[in-house]
């Protein structure tokens, strides 16, 4: 069976022909650069760090009064990951962020840390 498959961005216009069998998923084509590309369900056409990116911006979209990051630019890199905490600082700063992170870079800006080990709260102060 071939399917074809249609993904437009502001651009251009993108076709694709492939085989389908049962034992075959379909894929999205990925696309460089515009907004309204299409994200396939999990986001698997995404790669972690545009994961990561996505969660972010619908956390600000959705104004929460908490935020809870888990390693939230654990895959990204280390002037990207400047960058997002310098927004998230802004863009956050009336939000209570909970952060969940391993390295001191990702926290140093925070205004309490909690050092947890084996459950159970080890240290709790300003960094």
Do not use: W, Y
């Amino acid at each position: 069976m071939i399917q074809k498959k249609k993904i437009v961005d502001s651009d251009s216009e993108i076709s694709s022909d492939s085989s389908s069998s049962d034992e075959e998923d379909d894929e999205i084509e990925h696309i460089q650069g515009p907004l309204d590309m299409a994200v396939s369900e999990g986001g698997d056409n995404l790669s972690s760090g545009e994961k990561q990116l996505l969660c972010i911006c619908r956390a600000v979209l959705r104004k929460r009064r908490i935020i809870i990051l888990d390693e939230a630019t654990a895959n990204i890199d280390i002037i990207t990951e400047q960058k997002i905490q310098t927004f998230m600082k802004q863009e956050f700063k009336n939000q209570t962020m909970i952060v969940i992170a391993h390295r001191l870079q990702t926290i140093i800006e925070s205004d309490r840390v909690m050092v947890l080990s084996d459950g159970k709260v080890q240290e709790m102060d300003s960094p």
